[in-house]
């Protein structure tokens, strides 16, 4: 049932492939933070918010207050999750973890750099950038926790 | 951090238990097209949702309600969860943790319905991200094939693997998700062998389930996994090993593809497929 479409991906990503040689620069330079593996210090430890006064809206307004809004840091057995949203027009329109396990800050579905594994000098080519993070914390009960104390804020 | 903001239209949904990103690239949609796909998630969190007491799937397992008065989309996903129990031999099965549970089906399902939605409103380019469960069509940015990092299950701060394509689903299941909620049907037990399981394909809905059944049965589901046609697996073993099927390897853009001697295929003999 699949073969027609799965064989167009395959050969899109021969394509992607060869373009990946020419190693993407991302568009910004990525952060320095610390080295993977490392926990960086908390930006802050506690439930924080701002606001901000509305752009005009032209598609109408959400539910939520506008302004930057930090969740509650929710520690799990890997380490502490905590993220930070902002609302325009009374919608979600950013999600970045402010703590992962491990992970000093990554933008919510804009990977800056991916980290090197298994074999470090192999995955040099991932200094390119990535557009969307699969299989993530993002799941787990700890993130779901901190950001609906984020949008508790924003209500 | 900042980011130099791309061309993109964006819609963060706090919705299903997760965080669902909807990301449109150039030509953008009516924020209208944005508004239904929202609500398209809204409706599929009340009917399908095992957290609300009220749902059609919470009824339907209390037996207050008879699958043929439940609404055509709990009825179709139902249908394709059966069917799938069987292609599968039984490693994917809603019932797994003894109450009626299409979760790992009816995420994926929905993202490749809403997607269908964003393509009718005139979308050429989108990907939406449903808490880690990824669905990609067209191009990042012209000339660009999108980019998916699949994070590594046991290191939160580094990437298992990148893949690269137009048109995908890449969904991974790992024992990082709400404290390993997935057992194996057969065993009822937590699955042992892998970390996380990743299944690629052109329907997030399959790949989804897929990768839940797939990470349910250690690693014989991971061998099993890597017989689907059309399919890319890739697995990381408790051991930290990863581990491709063919396909997986053609879609990979992170450096690993050409240097396969460093990695156990799964057609290999190290996970015993001869």
Redesign the interface.
């Known amino acids: 049932v ?2 027609t ?6 050969v ?6 060869v ?2 040689l020419n190693f ?1 620069t991302p ?2 330079p990525v ?1 320095s933070g610390p080295r ?2 490392i926990i960086g210090s908390p930006p802050s430890a506690a439930p924080s918010s701002s606001s901000s006064s509305p752009a005009s809206c ?2 109408g307004t959400g539910p939520f207050k506008d302004g930057t809004f930090t969740g509650q840091d929710v520690p ?4 502490d999750v905590q993220v930070q ?1 902002t609302i325009s027009c009374g ?5 970045t973890p402010l703590q ?4 000093r ?1 990554r ?6 750099q ?6 470090d000098e ?5 200094s ?14 700890s ?2 926790r901190s ?2 104390s984020a ?1 508790d804020q924003a209500r | ?4 903001a ?1 061309s993109r239209q ?5 919705v299903m ?3 669902i ?1 909807v ?1 449109v690239r150039a030509p953008f949609v009516p ?2 097209v944005l ?1 239904v796909v929202e609500a398209w998630f809204a409706d599929v969190d009340r009917r399908f949702s095992t957290f609300r007491q009220d749902s059609e799937i919470s009824r339907l397992d209390r037996g207050e309600l008879e699958l043929a008065d439940a609404s055509a989309a709990v009825r179709r996903v139902l249908q394709m969860a059966a069917l799938l129990q069987r292609d599968s031999g039984g490693r994917f099965d809603v019932r797994a943790r003894g109450c009626l549970d299409p979760s790992a089906l009816v995420k994926g399902w929905s993202v490749d319905e809403a997607m269908a939605r964003l393509c009718a409103g005139g979308a050429r380019n989108a ?1 939406i ?1 449903a ?4 669905l ?1 069509r067209g191009e ?1 940015a012209p ?11 046991t ?6 693997a ?7 689903g ?5 024992a ?4 390993a909620h997935i057992v194996d049907p057969s065993t009822g037990q937590p699955p042992h062998g892998v970390d ?1 399981v ?1 299944v690629i ?3 997030l809905g ?1 790949c989804d389930a897929y990768a839940t059944a797939a990470f349910a049965g250690g690693m014989d589901g991971v061998r099993w996994a890597s017989t689907l ?3 890319g697996v890739i697995a990381v073993t408790v051991k ?1 090993r ?1 581990v491709c099927n063919d ?1 997986a390897l ?2 990979r ?5 050409g ?1 396969r001697a ?1 990695n156990a295929r799964i057609s290999a003999d190290s996970v015993g497929i001869s």
Do not use: C
């Open positions: 699949i073969p479409r799965a064989a167009v991906a395959v899109a990503t021969i394509a992607g492939l373009l990946l993407k568009d910004t952060a993977p593996g032209a598609a799990n057995r890997f380490g949203i919608r979600i329109t950013d999600v992962m396990p491990n992970d800050q933008s919510y579905d804009i990977s800056t991916a980290a090197p594994l298994l074999h192999a995955l040099q080519a991932q390119a950038q990535i557009d969307l993070l699969s299989g993530a914390t993002y799941t787990s009960d993130y779901a950001l609906q949008l | 951090m900042e980011h130099a791309p964006l819609r963060v949904l706090h238990g997760t965080v990103t990301d924020a209208g508004d990907a991200n808490g880690g469960d990824v990609v990042a000339g660009e094939t999108w980019r998916i990092g699949i994070r590594h299950p290191r939160p701060d580094a990437l298992a990148v893949v690269s394509g137009r048109d995908l890449v969904a991974t299941s790992g990082y998700e709400r404290d996380s990743t394909g052109p329907e399959l046609e059309g399919h930290g990863m396909l053609q879609l853009a992170d450096g690993e593809s240097r460093d």
